[in-house]
């Protein structure tokens, strides 16, 4: 007994209880990819005032710290939060509430869908119907559907279905009507397919717009449940920050409103929309910057999809003759652009996928950046690139944001679009990385799924569900695990100006990690496709668990 007594005054007196620090949380006796310089692994970290305070073995950080609360990983692996560098957070969470086409193996099921959603709904009669999420290359018959049978269905309701890009849709007489468009209708950047001599309800891209404009807009109480709800699903797939690529400034002032309120805890990193009131508020204003969201930057749209051939080729689509696709505003347009983003010193992010789209970005980008430079502008996409210009990105510094979930989704059909010389310069991920040693990760949901896990699984293993194709689609363009991870966390946080505040588990930077129960750095493909995000913690909050 007094031996027993004599021991715990000694172990008090090297480690007395004043001199441990407290801390909120110890996460303790897990694998901890911290994702730093070194991508060094590790088991616990300490967390107070929703920051990392340190990151170590668990016999060292239990020796240094008491906790408010433990938390025992049992082993499970931690990595921080991931961030998609490319999505529509927004327009994610109102898709939530329309017609979900996604998925469907013809018109025929679209049609199907579409009058379930009406009927359980009890539609007024001139209450438009929105869908989003059909994809004809999908389908056995892969041309462009015709709106005869929507027009029977829905005689009076407008009704507007977006293809699952956004780049393409299928509206009924009764919108086109309300829209004053018809056969003799020209759009610029865009296009009203006529079959003939009538529209067939096909619009592309700028013509998609100028009918979807007809729809009223949400409501207040649409809005917020659409960010609640893209929030609560964002967090259960391990997400912690997401960049939403084209918002109006109004749409800030409402996401402000809710973060005020606190209600919205998912850090968002937005791009305006490329439009006049959106460049006049935020230059009078300035760059917006808090621990949640983060200003400083516009989208802009060079050319449309491959899928709908609205993307810019430098030579005529393989599939179809003599057309090259068509750019969405006029070279002078994209040049004014980025003048004004330069002088005014925000990022410039640039949606182009069409080779031709991509050169002409890269082109007007040089003028400003002239060389080497830490301004990080963006292109969006960067999914086709003639082989000359890749080493653009490197000589100027600009960053290819890219999502490989969409190598995986368009590789059945890329290539009939393109040829067998120009598809080796697409999806090119692993000679986008070589450029600048870096390279974002997203998935651009809601036309892909949201979960990252699938990001990874596409970019290391180039494959789909089923696992085909057996060797990986261009397996010479995957990245490697840890690339990928990387892409998923602490390049996307460098993409957005924020890789001293999140993207690794370092002493200092805010506490947003993901927990899964798969460790992504040894699991096979298969494993990868049944592993589960396990908590997900934000700001040092929980605010997710399985
Ligand atoms: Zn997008």
């Given at each position: ?80 939060g991931f ?145 609640l709800g893209a929030q609560k699903n964002c967090f259960a797939a391990g997400l912690t920050?997401v ?23 998912m ?182 799924d949201i979960y990252p896990l ?60 993901v927990i899964l ?15 589960h995000v396990l908590k997900t913690v934000c700001?040092?909050?929980t605010v997710y668990t399985r």
């Open positions: 007994m007094i031996r027993y007594i004599f021991f715990s005054l000694l172990a008090a007196a090297f480690f007395p209880m004043s001199e441990k620090t407290t801390v909120d949380t110890l996460f303790i006796n897990g694998t901890v990819y911290t994702v730093d310089a070194a991508f060094s692994k590790t088991e616990a970290v300490a967390v107070k005032d929703g920051k990392i305070v340190a990151v170590g073995k668990t016999v060292e950080l239990q020796k240094q710290f008491s906790a408010k609360q433990i938390v025992d990983l049992h082993g499970k692996y931690l990595f921080p961030i998609d560098a490319h999505a529509h957070f927004l327009s994610y969470g109102l898709s939530l509430r329309i017609v979900d086409l996604t998925g469907t193996k013809n018109w025929g099921e679209c049609l199907k869908r579409v009058k379930q959603y009406a009927a359980t709904k009890k539609m007024q009669a001139t209450e438009w119907i929105v869908g989003r999420g059909w994809d004809q290359n999908d389908w056995n018959v892969k041309e462009f559907p015709v709106n005869d049978s929507l027009n029977v269905l829905f005689p009076q309701n407008p009704v507007l279905l977006t293809r699952v890009d956004g780049h393409a849709a299928v509206v009924n007489d009764v919108a086109l009507k309300l829209s004053n468009v018809n056969a003799a209708t020209t759009i610029s950047g865009g296009e009203v397919i006529v079959k003939n001599g009538k529209p067939t309800g096909v619009l592309i891209d700028n013509a998609v717009d100028f009918v979807g404009d007809r729809i009223p807009a949400p409501t207040e109480q649409q809005i917020k449940d659409a960010l920050t960049d939403d690529c084209g918002l109006s400034y109004g749409s800030v002032l409402q996401l402000e409103k809710y973060y005020k309120s606190r209600e919205l805890k850090r968002l990193y937005v791009m305006l929309s490329d439009n006049k009131w959106n460049y006049m508020a935020i230059f009078k204003r300035g760059k917006i910057k808090t621990d949640y969201l983060n200003v400083r930057s516009f989208k802009v749209y060079a050319d449309g999809a491959l899928g709908s051939r609205g993307a810019c080729m430098l030579q005529p689509y393989t599939d179809v003759k003599d057309h090259y696709g068509f750019l969405l505003s006029s070279k002078e347009h994209f040049d004014s652009v980025a003048s004004v983003i330069y002088k005014n010193g925000f990022q410039m992010c640039t949606h182009a996928i069409g080779d031709s789209g991509n050169r002409i970005i890269l082109n007007t980008y040089a003028k400003y950046l002239r060389g080497s430079n830490d301004l990080r502008w963006r292109i969006e996409h960067a999914q086709v690139v003639n082989k000359n210009d890749f080493s653009l990105f490197g000589q100027f510094s600009i960053i290819p944001s890219v999502q490989p979930t969409h190598a995986t989704s368009d590789m059945y059909w890329a290539e009939q679009r393109v040829g067998n010389e120009r598809i080796k310069g697409a999806y090119a991920y692993n000679d986008l990385l070589k450029q600048n040693s870096w390279i974002p990760l997203g998935t651009d949901f809601p036309v892909e699938k990001t990874f699984y596409a970019a290391v293993f180039r494959k789909d569900a089923k696992g085909w194709p057996a060797n990986g689609f261009q397996k010479e363009n995957a990245l490697s695990r840890a690339d990928a991870i990387r892409g998923m966390t602490i390049w996307a946080a460098k993409s957005n100006f924020e890789e001293n505040e999140k993207g690794s588990i370092e002493k200092g930077k805010f506490a947003d990690f129960d798969t460790d992504l750095m040894t699991a096979s493909f298969e494993q990868i496709l049944k592993a700001g040092g909050e």
